[in-house]
């Protein structure tokens, strides 16, 4: 589902060329939920933002869904995003739209009518379970809140893949583990592949089926967690 060749960032700065990522293999499968770990500054941002091409990768070729993203014009480019939705820590909410709208918006772009967007909308919002919660802003609302609403947003043009970053790193153990747990949902219900970048090995361990280790820009390993333990 999703296929990195090769890919790299080096980003130019005050001091200098400065490598973010070296280059990278990396396939998923479709159904996947992936994880991707390291500390702060080892380049998992940069990475999966280079997924869907928010950030430009120096050298190689992006894959999704059997598409070469590297090689679309600007508006192949912007139909192809649709089908990869994405979140974020802070959950990047419109704060003068309400809920439902925070979720409309995502489906502006969409041919559906006026009728199938509101009724999209509503499933979505049922499936995050905050149907109550439409027409309140996101100042109302807790920050597991703006995370589901943000998920609504993210699924509403019923992408294959979903880029999370770090997605529950603003929140407490209990939200964290709801919002896994819906991640989770979203995952088998729609076979929605999931990407996730985290620090945080808990949510690793939680919801991952594989993870890539990120150290200083380098991918040193790809763990494969359904794999059953050995014995010795
Ligand atoms: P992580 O997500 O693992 O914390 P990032 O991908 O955000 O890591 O950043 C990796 C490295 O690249 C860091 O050293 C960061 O300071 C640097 N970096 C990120 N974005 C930029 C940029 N736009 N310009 C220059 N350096 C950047
Ligand atoms: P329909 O096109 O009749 O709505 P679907 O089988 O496409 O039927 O969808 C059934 C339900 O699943 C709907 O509630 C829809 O919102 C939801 N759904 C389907 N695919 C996705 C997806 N990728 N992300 C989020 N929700 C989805």
Known sequence: M???????????????PFQAVAPVHLSIEKGDIFGIIGSSGAGKSTLLRMVNLLERPTSGKV?????????????????????????????????????????????????????ERRKRVK???????????ASVYP?????????RIAIARALANRPKVLLCDEP?????????????????????????????????????REICDKVAVLENGHLVEVLNLSDPPVSV
């Not at 925070?102 to 006026?114: G, H, M, P, Q």
């Open 2 to 16: 999703i296929k990195l060749e090769n890919v790299s960032k080096i980003y130019q700065t005050a001091n200098g």
């Open 63 to 115: 894959f999704v869904d059997g598409q070469e993203l590297t090689s679309l014009s600007p508006k192949e480019l912007r139909l192809a995003r649709r089908s990869i939705g994405m979140i974020f820590q802070q959950f990047h909410l419109f704060s003068n739209r309400t809920a439902a709208e925070n979720v409309e918006f995502a489906l502006e772009i969409s041919k559906l009518s006026k009728m």
């Open 123 to 133: 499933e979505l919002l049922h499936l995050v379970g905050l149907e109550d919660k």
């Open 139 to 147: 100042s109302q609302l807790s920050g597991g809140q703006k995370q």
């Open 168 to 204: 529950t790193s603003a929140l407490d153990l209990q939200t964290t583990r709801s919002v896994l747990s819906l991640l989770r949902k979203i995952n088998q219900a729609y076979q929605v592949t999931i990407l996730l970048v985290t620090h945080e090995i808990e949510v690793v």
